[in-house]
């Protein structure tokens, strides 16, 4: 059992940045992966990015590419999504999932959730 506690979300203006954080606890995360997905007001969750605990590869959406970043401490068991020239449509509440079964973030069923943390973009 995993479990995930997510902060950093807030209101921002258009243009602005925002870092989430996700501490997790209970398990080793090393074959693990640790993803960000967020789900908008009457919209499905939708993926946002990932990363592969034992190497560091990390993977985007292409609506968020060269804007966000997934990174993760280590020693904190905590993984990060710097968010910068943020967007109105970028209004969501954040998830953090940490999946241990691959190919991950493919069988949903498997991942472990956060409580979401809530960004809002204005204009």
């Known amino acids: 059992q995993v479990q995930l506690v997510e902060s950093g979300g807030g209101l921002v203006q258009a243009g602005g940045s925002l870092r989430l954080s996700c501490a997790a606890s209970?398990?080793?995360?090393?074959?693990?992966?640790m993803g960000w997905f967020r789900q908008g007001t009457g919209k499905p969750r939708e993926f946002v990015a990932h990363m592969t605990w034992s190497d560091g590869s990390t993977y985007y959406a292409d609506s968020v590419k060269g804007r966000f970043t997934i990174s993760r401490d280590n020693a904190k068991n905590t993984v990060y999504l710097q968010m910068n020239s943020l967007k109105p449509e970028d209004t969501a509440v954040y998830y953090c999932?940490?999946?241990?079964?691959?190919?991950?973030?493919?069988?949903?069923?498997?991942?472990?959730w956060g409580q979401g943390t809530q960004v809002t973009v204005s204009w």
């Open positions: 209970g398990r080793t995360l090393s074959t693990y992966a």
């Open positions: 999932g940490a999946d241990p079964s691959k190919p991950f973030f493919v069988r949903m069923e498997t991942v472990y």
